[in-house]
């Protein structure tokens, strides 16, 4: 039976979730409902578990093994008591990430060019007591991920399902992207272009075809059967989709939560899990949050300031997501714990009652839980699409090394994207090109899925001949769609007719649409994100010295941050606004406006109160 979103603790509430650091080794149940208590009494609404490696203190035997009896008694245990307490309790589908196990069989193991792939995870749950690494699944044969799905379902997670709604989560992707490939792929790859794929190809049109080729495998064989058979087992999707060698947004259409990462990934990049949410009708836009603050160093090195970490500093990085998009705060975490031997995961932000922020949590989330539920309102304002540059993206290989970080490498990672300025007034949405088929153009307005979107900005320098052709003829109907150039044909595939599309859109008259007005003009860039709410807008403004936040933050960054005016004026659907943004030092800035009785309250956003002030302002 297909469950009821409503029923999920994350859609019913929006206090802060925390991933919880459950290291392979002892567990005991006065500690879990110790931890859980602790995490209700400082304002947390619910616990990712992810099981991860052993601590090094853990012995070999030491405590359950995964998936056995013990191991489902301590997860049964803990959903009961999240149940009772009031939190919710989502669950990694699986030990760290990505997918892996020493009991998934050979042939359901990831597959490189030449046979069998040879990463391996040598720092799962499985590490304290296996003699081999776990294998990696083989995320391109939706038959491998059915036999995973059904060996966790038949080994606890159809009864964890059953005791309380929940979430299986993904976790990026992490499978390596070089040379990966699946039983058939030449055999597809033939078929479809023609010529035998050559790995080492450095042309650049054939590593565009095998790109395209593999990111469909990834869709159809990975994301889409993830999400049904969540679905079919009784629970619900959070995903992170990023890493994946494929149209991350169009694989974010079918989950039910999508889930972005700040910092070790820009703010911005929040957009694409966000634009899937606002175009897919999904309420919830979910961020793995404050990851790697202050920089990443590999174990068992510890990170930059951890337990010296500042509430302000994070502030800077929850107000900058929630300028794109994000409802959903999930802390990157809280460690498993006892008194004897206090621990901390070695890439995150500390939290617990040993941390440097402990007795600013209480305010601190109910900060964060105040700003997701008024951004959860409603549907998302916004007066433009940009249609993902994919094509781009896969015609390029390796970043630069100074564009490089530990959470990208290549270019159709898609972190380096950016919003041309002067479309920022219009707060546009990215657009997959995998929704290209489901436009139309009804009664002068461009439609996608009988949702107004607007206008499709096409920005691409390559695009492919079925988007080509299907806007081609929606431009000769009329409908609102604008290229900044005239796009080339990647891949090894060229049609004849891709020269006459272009000729229809080079000489179309630009249509005219009297309603495409911006939505904000300030006198200076500033993210912002708005939520329509019937005759209510929501605009939550990041302070502008919070643009363009980059990993790693500055230590104390926060202090920085000096108080600032910007004059600007919101277009509601009708109206235009005068407003004078006044933002205080290092905070943010919430604006409500009411297209009726045209009252405009502006609050200035602190973490222990609120200071508002309300005035009217008539077009």
């Known amino acids: 039976m297909i469950p009821d979103f409503s029923t999920l603790p994350m859609a019913n509430s929006a206090k802060p979730y925390v991933r919880w650091w459950w290291f392979s080794g002892a567990l005991d149940y006065k500690e879990i409902e110790t931890q859980l208590s602790w995490l209700v009494s400082n304002g947390f609404g619910g616990v990712e578990i992810a099981w991860v490696y052993p601590y090094p203190e853990a012995g070999k035997e030491h405590g359950p093994k995964f ?10 245990f803990t959903l009961k008591q999240c149940k009772e307490k009031g939190l919710g309790c989502d669950l990694t589908f699986g030990t760290l990430w990505p997918f892996s196990g020493t009991f998934i069989p050979k042939k359901h193991t ?18 304290s007591y296996s003699h081999t690494h776990a294998k990696i699944l083989d995320h391109l044969d939706k038959s491998a991920f ?51 794929y050559d790995f080492s190809t450095k042309d650049i049109n054939e590593r565009y075809d095998y790109r395209s080729l ?46 972005t990462e700040t910092l070790l990934f820009n703010p911005e990049f929040a957009l694409i899990a966000a634009s899937a949410a ?118 390029r290989d390796e970043l630069p090394p100074h564009l490089q970080k530990p959470s990208s490498k290549y270019w159709w990672e898609l972190q380096e994207l950016t919003i041309p300025l002067p479309l920022m007034q219009y707060r546009p949405l990215w657009f997959s090109p995998h929704w290209i088929d ?20 096409c920005m691409n320098e390559y695009m492919s001949f079925s988007s080509l052709k299907t806007l081609a003829g929606l431009c000769a109907k009329g409908a609102p769609i604008y290229f900044s150039r005239l796009p080339k044909e990647p891949g090894t595939q ?58 790693p933050l500055p230590y104390r960054y926060a202090q920085s941050i000096k108080p600032c005016t910007i004059e600007a004026v919101f277009h509601s659907e009708n109206y235009a606004y005068d407003l004078c943004l006044q933002f205080p030092r290092s905070e943010s800035l919430l604006v409500t406006i009411n297209d009726v009785s045209h009252e405009v309250t502006i609050r200035n956003l602190h973490i222990e109160d609120t200071t508002i002030d309300t005035h009217s302002i008539c077009d």
């Open 494 to 551: 060229k049609h004849r007719a891709y020269n006459q599309y272009l000729s229809i859109i080079s000489t179309t008259p630009p249509a005219q649409t009297s309603y495409l007005r911006p939505i904000l003009k300030s006198s200076t860039p500033i993210d912002y994100w708005c939520r329509k709410d019937g005759e209510t807008y929501y605009v939550f403004f990041a302070h502008p010295e919070m643009r363009n936040l980059r990993y």
């Open 214 to 259: 593999i990111s469909e495998r990834v869709l159809s064989d990975f994301y889409r059967p993830y999400a049904q058979n969540c679905k079919e087992m009784g629970a619900f999707s959070r995903v992170q989709c990023h890493g994946a060698p494929t149209d991350i947004l169009a694989a974010y259409a079918y989950v039910d939560i999508p889930e």
């Open 67 to 76: 998936l056995d009896e013990d191991f489902q008694a301590y997860v049964q």
């Open 278 to 395: 606002a175009l897919e009708h999904k309420p919830i836009v979910s961020s793995e949050s404050f990851t790697c603050l202050y920089g990443w160093v590999p174990s068992p090195a510890e990170p930059p300031h951890i337990k010296q970490e500042h509430i302000d500093d994070l502030r800077c990085v929850a107000d900058a997501q929630f300028a794109w998009g994000v409802n959903r705060v999930v802390w990157h975490g809280m460690p498993y714990n006892t008194k004897e031997k206090p621990r901390q995961f070695y890439a995150t932000v500390h939290v617990g009652p040993d941390g440097s922020i402990a007795s600013q949590l209480p305010q601190f989330n109910a900060y964060l839980e105040e700003v997701s539920e008024i951004l959860t309102r409603g549907e998302t304002f916004s007066n433009i699409s940009i249609l993902l540059p994919l094509e781009d993206q896969w015609m």
């Open 110 to 127: 990831s597959k490189a060019r030449d046979g069998f792939s040879k990463q391996d995870v040598d720092r799962s749950w499985e590490a």
């Open 438 to 457: 489901d436009l139309s153009y009804q009664d002068g307005q461009l439609l996608y899925k009988q949702k107004h979107i607007g206008a499709l900005y």
């Open 146 to 196: 059915q036999w995973y799905s059904d060996y966790l379902s038949e080994h606890g997670f159809a009864d964890f399902v059953e005791t309380m709604p929940l979430a299986l989560f993904c976790d990026s992707w992490e499978v390596e992207p070089e040379d990966i490939s699946y039983g058939t792929f030449q055999r597809d790859f033939v078929s479809t272009y023609g010529y035998v």
